[in-house]
């Protein structure tokens, strides 16, 4: 079983902060995707990572994948509430099918 | 990108009856997936919906429990069999392959089911 531990779990921080969350696997995932869930509604897809090393910045938001393809990270700069969010990693196994990470509850507070 | 209808989206249920949750995409996908998800936690994918063929179940997952049905590229049904408590989550209908992006995942906005 490919499993995808994530770090925090939960993440309380003030508006204007900075924070990293991580995705770590023993395994190799052909990419890696992140999304954001807000209550009430499904996933939605932020970014996919698929190259060993490979960087990608959204706005405020830089996702890094790890040379081995087993790990990444989510870094979000200077927060907003706006940010607060349930953000998942997963990996990309066969067929388009996904193994979720734990999740990370991130609350950023004005 | 694809918009993913599920209904219902909550119900409450007695224990021991079944409730089949229908999942619409308004475009021709090539992959279709339910998922389960305790508020606030992570998902499970519970099978892939295979058009014209039995359904894919992951391991801990079978088909008496959940059968799934998918008669079309736009429309799936996953119904929860004989439910008990252990049954109360949120299931997430997913969907892949559309015309014009193949590789993103889109969610539906899931259904909340809490049995008595």
Request: hydrophobic share 30%; aromatic share 8%.
């Amino acid at each position: 079983t490919q499993l995808l531990e994530q770090s925090p779990q939960f993440l309380s921080i003030q508006e204007g902060e900075n924070l990293t969350v991580y995705c770590n696997s023993s395994s190799v995932f052909s990419s890696l995707q992140w999304y954001r869930q807000e209550p009430g509604e499904g996933p939605v897809l932020l970014v996919t990572v698929v190259t060993g090393g490979e960087v990608k910045k959204l706005k405020r938001l830089t996702f890094q994948f790890g040379d081995a393809r087993k790990d990444s990270s989510l870094h979000i700069t200077a927060a907003q509430p706006g940010d607060t969010g349930l953000y998942l990693c997963a990996g990309e196994t066969s067929g388009s099918r996904l193994t979720f990470g734990e999740g990370t509850q991130l609350t950023v507070n004005p | 990108s694809a918009v993913i209808s599920q209904k219902p989206s909550r119900d409450i249920c007695q224990r021991g009856t079944s409730l089949t949750i229908q999942c619409q995409v308004d475009s021709q996908v090539t992959m279709m997936f339910w998922y389960r998800q305790q508020p606030g936690q992570s998902l499970t994918l519970i099978a892939t919906a295979n058009q014209g063929s039995e359904a894919t179940y992951e391991s801990g997952f079978v088909i008496d429990k959940f059968p799934i049905s998918r008669p079309n590229l736009t429309f799936s049904t996953l119904t929860v069999s004989n439910m008990s408590p252990e049954d109360s989550s949120i299931y997430l209908c997913s969907a892949a392959g559309t015309r014009f992006n193949t590789g993103e995942l889109f969610f539906g906005e899931g259904s909340r089911l809490t049995v008595l």
